[in-house]
Each structure stands twice: as structure tokens, then as C-alpha cells.
């Protein structure tokens, strides 16, 4: 059956790194972007990052451009979420999702067909 389990999250202190994994089973990943969205508490699920199918373009929100980084590994039917320089208010759920995306509406979630059921990320000292 379907599956998407996303992984690697925890607490972490203010500027430190972490990596989450999502791992895919039940369908053909290479066939989908992935997506990556986060819920802060308090607030709506925001889109914060998307690579294409054959990981050859990734976008990413401002609120994290130029510290989070995607990546996938289709062999493994795995992708990623490099997380660098990490903040309080990047303390979050975060999910991984797969769908066929039209490009520009990455950070939209009715793009998105399969998600995972989230990993909490904690940034705090």
C-alpha cells in the first residue's frame, strides 16, 4: 500500500542543522514533485519547498532560502530536507507530500496527492 514516512526530527538548539528523510513505498516516486510543508503552532500549513521529479529544480519560500535545502534519491525512493541554521521560529511539524505539480503552485497543498503523517522539529535552547 501507499506509504510516505517522514523522519529525523527532534529538538535542536538555535543554529544547529537537521535532516529529515522522507521515505516513500506503494507507487513510483520518480513520477512526482515532492514537497515539503511545515505547521508552526498556531498558525496554517505553509508550503516552505519543492523539488521536481527527477530532482533537477528545487523552489523554496523566502522564510527559508539559502538554509533548507531538497533533495531526493530516487533509487531509494527518499527525499530530504537539509535543515541549516535553524531558528525558533522554524519550530514545527513538518510533512513531506508527492504530487504532479504545475510549476507554480509548489507551495500549494491540493497539488500535492500523497503526504506523510508529519515529524515534529523543535528549535529551542
Known amino acids: 500500500q501507499v506509504q510516505v514516512v517522514e523522519s529525523g526530527g527532534g529538538l535542536v538548539q538555535p543554529g544547529g542543522s537537521l535532516r529529515l528523510s522522507c521515505v516513500t513505498s506503494?507507487?513510483?516516486?520518480?513520477?512526482?514533485?515532492v514537497g515539503w510543508f511545515r505547521r508552526a503552532p498556531g498558525k496554517q500549513r505553509e508550503g516552505i519547498g519543492c523539488i521536481s521529479e527527477n530532482g533537477d529544480i528545487a523552489v523554496y519560500a523566502d522564510s527559508v532560502k539559502g538554509r533548507f535545502t531538497i533533495s531526493r534519491d530516487n533509487a531509494k525512493n527518499t527525499a530530504y530536507l537539509q535543515m541549516n541554521s535553524l531558528k525558533p521560529d522554524d519550530t514545527a511539524v513538518y510533512y513531506c507530500a508527492l504530487g504532479v505539480v504545475v510549476p507554480g503552485r509548489e507551495y500549494y497543498e491540493d497539488e500535492y496527492t500523497y503526504w506523510g503523517q508529519g515529524t515534529q522539529v523543535t528549535v529551542s535552547s
Open positions: 506503494g507507487f513510483k516516486m520518480n513520477y512526482y514533485a
